[in-house]
């Protein structure tokens, strides 16, 4: 017998749930696993890549990692569908911690050159990593981009099947596979990591992006501790309050970069 699966958005607003916010941006994260009948929530800068190739090739659509670049232009290919959502075997969703999260997106968004900020005259602005959480925090919630915005807006159910982090990504690897997802990890080929940079010791909370670019160039990356003093801890603690309970809730506070 499927589970009776509770949804956590639909019922916040007595309208069509094609014009609730909430729920229609979660579902926008949610993809079908074909052969397990399973959905996954994906959430940006938690081993999303990895597995929105690996559900690709899963659902036959690619065979090799040649083809990495597809899932970029197929994004909503595998949206599940309302009754696919309900009749699920098995969800699940890889969560992240959120000091670790918002200072990768400082690296890979800011310092890696996909945005910028302007200022009022439309010139751009160089911001450091204290600057970019006080853009965040200023941010309408539901304004902000993906890759920043609150892990807790991604969820579609009240209750997964399996909650995962990022800070144990082998053993989700190992969880999935048992259930019959073959998961490719494409961090390397996407450069999506830090791997093969050297991690440094530092206060670079107030560098400039540019300036971490420069030693992204040149082998080198702050470590993510170093991206934090006083003021930086408490940002995240205010922006992200939901998260970290999110994440405490399930894991503990043993993966948080600060308890």
């Not at 589970?3 to 993809?31: C, D, G, M």
């Not at 073959?182 to 999506?192: Q, S």
């Not at 206060?203 to 501790?225: A, H, L, Q, V």
Request: hydrophobic share 35%; proline share 2%; net charge negative.
């Amino acid at each position: 017998m499927v589970e009776n699966r509770k949804l956590l958005n639909a019922k916040l607003e007595y309208s069509p749930v094609s014009q609730n916010e909430k729920y229609t941006y979660s579902l926008k994260h949610t993809l079908s696993i074909y052969t397990l009948n399973a959905v996954y929530t994906f959430i940006p800068k938690n081993a999303c890549s990895s597995l929105r190739y690996s559900i690709a090739v899963a659902n036959g659509y690619i065979t090799d990692i040649n083809d990495i670049s597809w899932i970029h232009k197929n994004n909503e290919t595998f949206n599940s569908t309302q009754r696919e959502i309900a009749l699920a075997n098995y969800t699940f969703v890889i969560l992240r911690c959120p000091f670790t999260r918002v200072a990768s997106c400082f690296f890979d968004q800011i310092a890696g050159g996909d945005f910028d900020f302007k200022d009022s005259s439309g010139a751009q602005l160089s911001i450091s990593f204290n600057d970019f959480l006080q853009v965040i925090k200023s941010q309408n919630r539901f304004d902000r981009n993906e890759h920043w915005r609150n892990q807790s807006d991604f969820l579609h159910y009240e209750k997964y099947n399996d909650y995962f982090c990022l800070e144990q990504f082998t053993e989700a690897i190992e969880r999935l596979s048992d259930k019959g997802l073959k998961v490719f990890d494409t961090r390397a080929e996407l450069k999506h990591s830090l791997l093969g940079l050297d991690r440094v010791d530092g206060d670079f909370s107030k560098t400039k992006e540019k300036e971490i670019r420069k030693m992204r160039e040149d082998g080198f990356i702050p470590n993510y501790k170093s991206m934090y003093g006083d003021d930086e801890i408490k940002l995240v603690n205010d922006i992200y309050a939901d998260d970290i309970d999110l994440y405490k809730r399930h894991f503990g506070s043993k993966h948080l970069l600060f308890n």
